[in-house]
């Protein structure tokens, strides 16, 4: 069948309730074609072998094989996008979040369990990430399951502080001449350094890469906003807790800020930056409008950065849809202190985040994911 520019599905799910109603979903897309369905992980393998699909959606609970031990078959032989479908149980964000490990794209939470009655509550949002799922180029997708590139790594040469010369991965010196040279830009010792690192699709593997390259000597508190529904966002946390040198949770309301921990905003919560005395706590707002479809934003947490402007900010954006965090940076430069690092096109899932805060001009340095934490070391030590 010619599918034209159609981007190929298959859709993975032991209910054939759920596979008719996700394959209608799709296929009542102008830019979807389901070229198959597969009743558990093993049929799953075999179909991504033979039908070569653009995207799958797989669930997770499955008999025969599971859809993690489909998916990491999948990614080692036949590497492709996966969009996993998850319940918003205990288990199920604890094993959505393994699913990301293993090179999973992104994920939908089904409002109605396994056998989701309702779940076309969530159909615009299945549509948005399988239709960016399959423009994920596939070379983005060579992860092993740590996080670590399979492909050979794009080199990028350090920085060179005593020549104060960057160079960057950059195809070309026109873009490379807009960067910002990184090292000119000093932070007063005086004062304190946050490190802010804001990311969507893609981020929990690329949050993996760069947090368990920090030491836990860091002596800097991190604030990180992932794009997650609630449910999730504690399980990341416990997950790279337990990879990690430095301290990573899940962000408490009223919670106060410590050097070498990093505090991830719960999902369905803005976090934000609010001062006592001379001291910094944790502020949760689950009032104020999501920003863009987005609660946690990055934006509202740059906006609180930039009302605290006695503070030193790091700031870095990685793999995500959309701009979120382009017009909080924007404050923050004016009214505040960054640094401002962003992913490259080589190396996001999805170069929609960082691209915003590169072709807006804002960014210090563009970095490969695998150099992030190198050059986050670099300009705390300076």
Known sequence: MNTGNRKKALVVDDSAFMRKLISDFLTGHPGIEVIGTARNGKEAVEKVGSLKPDVVTMDIEMPIMNGLDALREIMSNHPVPVVMLSSTTKIGAENTILAMAYGAVDFVAKPGGAISLNLHEVKEEILGKVLAAAEVRMSTLARNVTGRLLTKPIVLKSI??????????????????????????????????????????????????????????IGVPILVVQH????????????????????????EDGELLTNGTAYIAPGGKHLKVMKKGMMYYVHLDAVEPPRMGHRPSVDVLLESAAGNCDLN???????????????GMKLLRQ??????????????????????????DLADKVADLQDIAESILEVIKS
């Open 228 to 251: 997650m529904p609630p449910g999730f966002t504690k399980s990341l946390a416990d997950r790279l807790d337990g990879l990690c040198d430095i301290r990573v949770k899940e962000a």
């Open 160 to 217: 060179d502080n005593a020549a104060g010369i960057q160079s960057e991965s950059l195809s070309t010196s026109e873009e490379r001449s807009q960067m910002k040279n990184i090292t000119q830009k000093k932070f007063s010792k005086t004062s304190k350094t946050f490190v802010i690192i804001g990311t969507s699709t893609g981020g929990p593997r690329a949050l993996q890469e760069v947090l368990t390259g920090l030491p836990a000597s």
């Open 313 to 327: 900010y790091l700031t870095v954006i990685m793999t995500g849809m959309g701009y979120d965090g382009k017009n």
């Open 335 to 360: 009214n505040g202190r960054t640094i401002t690092i962003a992913e490259s096109a080589e190396t996001s899932v999805v170069y929609g985040m960082p691209k915003a805060i590169k072709e807006a």
